[in-house]
């Protein structure tokens, strides 16, 4: 009986584990408690460009900063839509997302969006859609990818998200997101506590 039963347990922790899978990678710690609120933000390679009637869209942006981190591994960030941030200055979602990646040590953000369109709020009406498939190469390169997309249900964008994580499910062991302080993930940049933690996502969580 006690065979039987240590038997039993070990498959349970393997059957639990495997289902699980993104479960068994690492949170990430942070290295300090506090934002540096005197972080210089300077975003480039914002690829924003004007079409007719529309407005402006923006594939991606990067940003760097502080050279003398302890972490230089590549973090792609994906969230809702791009906001206001371009070529030499920065908005709310960059600058609290950069810094809180500063807290953990980082210091090398490419963002990326579900869709195309700029926008400071969630919009309505028809709208680019990001093509994840051609992000291979970028997600190829990354370390992390970061699912900052926020919590927002809303029937469009869970199919984006859905569409999205079709091509995530090959990176599966480079995902992670943000959790709050009451257990619920990916939460946004904009509406996020810097006590926060970067956990492990499961793509299969949409």
């Not at 206001?84 to 200055?89: D, E």
Request: glycine share 4%; hydrophobic share 35%; proline share 3%.
């Amino acid at each position: 009986m006690l065979i039987v039963a240590l038997f039993t347990i070990l498959w349970y922790n393997f059957h639990n584990e495997v289902h699980n899978g993104a479960n068994i990678m690492k949170i990430i710690p942070k290295l300090v408690e506090k934002p540096r609120t005197n972080l210089k933000i300077e975003p480039f390679n914002a690829d924003q460009k004007e079409y007719t009637g529309k407005g402006m869209t923006r594939e991606s942006l990067c940003a760097k900063w502080d050279n003398s981190a302890n972490k230089q591994e590549k973090i792609v960030a994906i969230g809702i839509n791009p906001s206001t941030a371009h070529n030499g200055k920065s908005d709310t979602t960059i600058t609290k997302l950069c810094r809180f990646l500063d807290m953990h040590g980082f210091n090398n953000l490419s963002m990326l969006n579900l869709y195309e369109d700029v926008s400071s709020t969630q919009l309505k009406g028809e709208k680019i859609e990001t093509d994840f498939s051609t992000k291979r190469a970028i997600f190829n390169e990354a370390d992390i990818i970061l699912i900052v997309w926020g919590f927002d249900d809303k029937k469009d964008l869970k199919e984006l998200k859905v569409n999205a994580n079709e091509v995530l499910t090959d990176y599966s062991d480079k995902l992670y997101c943000i959790k709050n302080s009451n257990g619920k993930s990916p939460a946004h940049p904009s509406r996020m506590h810097y006590n926060w933690d970067i956990v492990p996502y499961v793509v299969n969580a949409v």
